[in-house]
């Protein structure tokens, strides 16, 4: 018996599917209800450094790593 059955085999898989089918309906809900998805410049401020680096330094504030005053 695999002690990780999530490491292989067709329960990763259809774990995997089932996320993304769900990230795919809240995504569909959020333009239904009116939301804007923004173009060029928020897909920029999304994957831009700042972002990556607000949500790295929260990540490791939340973790412990760092504090939050420093």
Do not use: C
Request: aromatic share 8%.
């Amino acid at each position: 018996m695999n002690p990780l059955p999530f490491i292989r085999g067709k329960l990763r898989e259809r774990r995997a599917a089932r996320a993304l089918a769900d990230a795919a309906l809240k995504w569909w809900e959020k333009i239904r209800a009116g939301e804007k998805i923004g173009g060029i410049a928020e897909l920029k401020r999304r994957a831009g450094f700042q972002e990556f680096e607000n949500n790295f330094i929260g990540h490791l504030t939340r973790l412990g790593i760092k504090s939050a005053h420093a």
